[in-house]
């Protein structure tokens, strides 16, 4: 229980008067402290949900009024359901940043070895220009880098916003509508399904088989239940299983949640795989430069030694002498201000920056700087099927009702129904609109809408064209238990209690599963006939015919309880009656096989896992060009009771796992990073798809249902749930690495000729051809304009027709060691010319 609360008994309670002048008869504070505290003797003292509600001055039934004068009210008193957010950096903090940079540092050094050095030799303020010059090319390179870095978290923000935009689906004015979750108040009824995050603090007003995963909050990988005896639920966790709905009582930073939040800072990006190579590369330049820098110095000071010696002056030195070796000193900090490359930073940090606003456009939200690279390299895209293979919008268009085979279109609807006898028809009906996830609702124009997965609404749709009227299915019968889908057990389940009083049991979910608990069908005359082999055989025709279609396909059956049934026992699963069975299309989306077929091109292996029927699987796997002639389609069951030797040599060849558990997607993504080193990219969209995005280098995560947990685990968010914009992401990812390695190539080259230059000008004639801040201003602008140049460039379809580069390939490939090195010579010939016979040309 809340510390604060300790010691105070509920009857001791007194509402503020500010409290009770808006209407309510219970602050903020109290209300957090009961669910919070999970305080049942307050919940009794205040009438349980139902007295707490009334105290809220709202109804379960219909939530809160519309009316804007009091929700304002509302707010006034318990807030809005926002999170503090940290305070955004200034500029002059990524000015600070900018400056930490070892490159940097290095030159602060020369600038100021070069004022001392100049000043010395030159007096000021001749002598200060190098050094100065220095530090300008410095400042240079910090503010261009804090401006970039300081937009870039600009645009952060704005995707972080764009991120948030969550809606929930609230009863108000006895109205069911989505809302932002942002807009929640205390004393909205909220309505939430399996892999929903709860939103605010709540009480559970009603539902079924709800198990709450607290693991978010409490660090406890055991599921809670919750019920009437315990109705707490806190923001933050999730459904696991099960359907509910909820009395909201603390939002935003009162809940648990929030106070969470507030003790918790935001950690910056670390840095990218990319910038870690190219910081590599960066201190290998550095050590040559040094080296290059040290011989250099030691050659010239050893000319001065040997003539002082052969002139047997080593022990007197003049002030000139001395102001040589200070000059010999200047010469080789220009070596390595040359050798070190100031413009790697600022190139990836253009490149990386260009990428995300450019995908952002492309309906792709960058969480993570890393994703954008790491999909670059991606050797294989884990996908599921709904909603990013196919369109997500279902239709029923055949079914199997009564052992008769019919297509389902507009035209037909009416005959149908007559072809069906009268009481297979009204178990038919009462099937669909009882034992349903779905909702139909009446939107605040009028019209009817559907609410739920596209299964249940191409379902709920069928139901309604068959003259279907929830409402009087409602009515007539009161609802005992409702076991929700999941995808373990493929199957949902409902107990109604029918208006003769005799109990029913409905069941739908995968053909072969429900269908193995059936041992009765109903024939073409209506009447109720024990399933032989015959017909088992018709049925399992039937479902193999759909898959083929690539058409999902459900069964529908019913069980009448004669012996009873208690709320607290589970609903059988077997001596069903079989209905019939539905197909279901969703159609795949245009561009899928051309996309497939880049892939395969661009040498990245796309596989498909779904909770389909391996038939409907298969058949939509060589639509969208995933199923090959020599590739494995497999069954969830049959891939998890593989050996380890047997998934190393299976692994390779799967393109699709059928029947798929949660769990199916985390294992093959797993096998292929540690076995194989692939980079995998996976695409999900819910809680079931968490563990296979943590388990990825990289998660796509589609906006459809559940979205909130792929979300969170996700780097990269499809905004517009298409297999195609996975694609694009690849494109923009190969483009960064290539763009940033064309830059690399242009840099190493002028610092090679740079260094070699300065260094066999110094050793022969003993001074630089140009001053350090000379070099150093033609270096930056190279740098600047360079990295300007190369590292914005956009895609081309070129990039996906060569293979990935891997976790492990070299960042510096043989071709471009021959271009930098080719060109190198050519321009060291040039310059050699124009320095020997430049005048006289």
């Known amino acids: 229980m809340n510390l604060r609360f300790a010691g105070v008994q509920p009857s001791d309670y007194v509402v503020p008067e500010q409290v009770i002048a808006a209407g309510f008869q219970l602050c903020a504070e109290e209300l957090g402290s009961i669910v919070e505290g999970h305080d049942v003797k307050k919940l009794k003292f205040h009438g349980g949900v139902s007295g707490i509600a009334e105290k809220l001055s709202t109804s379960t039934n219909t939530g809160l009024s519309s009316d804007a004068a009091l929700l304002s009210k509302r707010q006034e008193i318990y807030g809005i359901n926002k999170f503090a957010e940290p305070e955004a950096k200034g500029f002059w903090v990524f000015v600070w940043e900018a400056l930490q940079d070892m490159t940097l540092m290095i030159l602060g050094a020369c600038a100021i070895v070069s004022l001392v050095v100049g000043i010395a030799m030159e007096g000021w303020p001749a002598g200060a220009h190098d050094g100065l010059g220095i530090v300008a090319s410095i400042l240079l390179v910090v503010f261009v880098t804090a401006t970039s870095d300081y937009r870039q978290s600009l645009q952060f923000k704005d995707l972080d916003k764009e991120k948030k935009k969550i809606t929930i689906q609230v009863t108000r004015n006895d109205c069911r509508q989505k809302l932002s979750i942002y807009d929640l108040l205390p004393g909205d009824i909220v309505h939430l399904n399996i892999g929903d995050q709860v939103p605010a603090d709540g009480l559970f007003v009603s539902g079924f088989s709800v198990l709450i995963d607290e693991s978010s909050l409490t660090g406890e990988s055991e599921p809670v239940v919750v019920n009437d005896k315990n109705p707490f639920m806190l923001s933050g966790t999730k459904l696991q299983d099960g359907s509910c709905k909820m009395l909201v009582t603390t939002v935003g930073m009162r809940t648990q949640w929030g106070k969470l939040m507030a003790t918790l800072s935001e950690g910056g990006d670390d840095e990218t795989p990319l910038q870690v190579k190219l910081n590599g590369v960066a201190t290998i330049i550095g050590k040559v430069g040094l080296f290059f820098a040290v011989v250099t110095f030691a050659v010239m000071v050893q000319g001065l030694l040997r003539s002082k010696l052969q002139e047997g002056t080593i022990w007197s030195w003049s002030g000139d002498e001395a102001l040589k070796l200070l000059e ?10 040359v050798a070190v490359p100031e413009g790697l930073p600022l190139a990836v940090t253009l490149s990386l920056a260009f990428a995300m606003k450019k995908m952002m ?45 019919k297509e389902i279109n507009s035209t037909n609807k009416a005959s149908f129904c007559s072809e069906i006898h009268e009481s297979a028809i009204k178990l038919l009906l009462q099937s669909i609109f009882m034992n ?3 909702e139909i609702v009446t939107s605040k ?17 069928f139901g309604l064209s068959l003259g279907g009227d929830p409402q009087t299915e409602r009515q007539a019968s009161k609802t005992v238990k409702v ?30 599963i429900v269908l193995a608990g059936c041992d009765k069908v109903i024939d073409s005359n209506g009447e109720v006939v024990p399933l032989d082999e015959k ?18 396909t459900l069964c529908l059956a019913y069980l009448e309880l004669k012996n009873g049934f208690s709320s607290d026992n589970a609903i059988p699963v077997s001596g069903y009656t079989c209905l019939g069975i539905v197909g279901i299309k969703d159609p795949v989306r245009p561009g899928v096989k051309e996309s497939v077929a880049i892939c395969r091109t661009a040498g990245i292996t796309v596989r498909m896992v779904t909770g389909d029927n391996i038939n409907t699987a298969k058949a939509i796997a060589r639509e969208c060009g995933i199923l090959t002639d020599d590739g494995i389609a497999i069954e969830g069951p049959d891939f998890r009771e593989k050996s380890q030797e047997e998934l190393l040599k299976l692994i390779p060849k799967i393109q699709v796992i059928a029947r798929s558990s949660p769990m ?27 563990p296979a995005l943590h388990e990825a280098d990289i998660g796509l995560a589609m906006g459809i249902a559940g979205t909130e947990v792929a979300k969170e685990s996700a780097d990269v968010i499809i905004l517009d749930d298409n297999f195609s914009t996975i694609l694009t992401v690849a494109k923009w990812g190969r483009s960064v690495y290539i763009n940033i390695q064309k830059f690399v190539q242009f840099q190493l080259t002028v610092n090679i000729v740079a260094l070699i230059v300065n260094f066999s000008s110094a050793c022969l004639t003993g001074s630089a051809p140009l001053t350090a801040v000379q070099l150093l201003w033609v270096n930056m602008i190279m740098d600047t304009l360079g990295a300007l140049a190369l590292a914005t460039e956009p895609p081309t379809d070129e990039l996906m027709k060569r293979a990935p580069v891997g976790r492990k390939g070299n960042f510096i490939s043989n071709v471009m060691w021959r271009n930098i090195f ?20």
């Open 328 to 337: 010999f000193f200047a010469v080789a900090v220009t070596i390595v201000v």
């Open 361 to 405: 456009n492309d309906k792709a939200l960058v969480r993570h700087l890393a994703a954008c690279e790491t999909m670059g390299s991606a050797t294989g895209i884990c996908s599921d099927k709904t909603g990013t293979l196919t369109t997500n919008r279902m239709t029923v268009v055949k079914s199997c009702i009564c052992m008769n085979v």
């Open 436 to 438: 349903t996830g779905g």
């Open 445 to 461: 124009d009028g019209r009817r809408e559907i609410l739920g997965t596209p299964t249940e609404t191409a379902l709920l749709e």
């Open 483 to 512: 076991e929700p889908f999941n995808s373990t057990k493929k199957r949902m389940g409902v107990v109604l209690e029918l208006p003769g009083g005799g109990l029913r049991a409905h069941t739908k979910g995968a053909s072969e």
């Open 535 to 552: 017909s088992i055989n018709h049925l399992n025709a039937t479902i193999n015919e759909f898959a083929n279609e690539a058409l999902r």
């Open 664 to 690: 199916d997607k985390h294992t093959l993504v797993k096998q292929l990073r540690t076995t194989f080193d692939e980079v995998v990219a996976v695409t999900g969209d819910g809680t079931n798809d968490a």
């Open 822 to 841: 080719g060109q190198s010579f050519y321009q060291l010939m040039v310059i050699w010319y124009l320095q020997a016979r430049g005048k006289t040309m």
